[in-house]
T-cell receptor
């Protein structure tokens, strides 16, 4: 199994809503990542979890709150988002914390209205 | 910082043609990764390179790790319609980060 599974695939939310994005991998990878991708741009790193601990936060606003319940799961909790937060949110995992050979999920297309 | 300059930004080719794209950096990289992204999907890892001078193939795709460790090339031979997408190079920046090139958008006319 070389898949990273993200749910939901699409999400529309209002600026006062609270929602969560979910990511799951069963490759035994110990590093998991959240990336944000705007149209026609490369992915931009948001958070890194290594061995279930948050190791990198790329100065992401607090309206994005990551959570790693166990080594296979990664969540991104969303609250009070702005329309400019609309983007494709990608989860990825890699075997260790060396960031090589990261495998990406299909992403969640988020629209904030 | 470690920036990756990817070129060309876009390519419009005929089916059956060969494709070449490259990625350069002002800094040395120890790993080069090439990804392909199709609309509405996440990037898919195509080839990983770990050693200067390494030449690796994956079907019709061939990638090379430049001798200077500051560049990498991706070639696609005999392009077919399903090759359409955006191709990204990427390399590690620090222990846990990947930095991406700006991407090469490939369009194929049948």
């Amino acid at each position: 199994d070389t898949e990273v599974t993200q749910t939901p695939k699409h999400l529309v939310m209002g600026m006062t809503n609270k929602k969560s994005l979910k990511c799951e991998q069963h490759m035994g990878h110990r590093a998991m990542y959240w990336y944000k991708q705007k149209a026609k741009k490369p992915p931009e790193l948001m958070f890194v979890y290594s061995y279930e601990k948050l190791s990198i936060n790329e100065s992401v606003p607090s309206r994005f709150s990551p959570e790693c319940p166990n080594s296979s799961l990664l969540n991104l909790h969303l609250h009070a988002l702005q329309p400019e937060d609309s983007a494709l949110y990608l989860c990825a995992s890699s075997q260790g914390s060396g960031a090589t050979e990261a495998f990406f999920g299909q992403g969640t297309r988020l629209t904030v209205v | 910082g470690q920036q990756l300059n990817q070129s060309p930004q876009s390519m419009f080719i005929q089916e059956g043609e060969d494709v070449s794209m490259n990625c350069t950096s002002s800094s040395i990289f120890n790993t080069w990764l090439w990804y392909k992204q199709e609309p509405g999907e996440g990037p898919v890892l195509l080839i990983a390179l770990y050693k200067a001078g390494e030449l690796t193939s994956n079907g019709r795709l061939t990638a090379q790790f430049g001798i200077t460790r500051k560049d990498s090339f991706l070639n696609i031979s005999a392009s077919i319609p399903s090759d359409v997408g955006i191709y990204f190079c990427a390399g590690p920046r620090g222990a846990q980060k990947l930095v991406f090139g700006q991407g090469t958008r490939l369009t194929i006319n049948p």
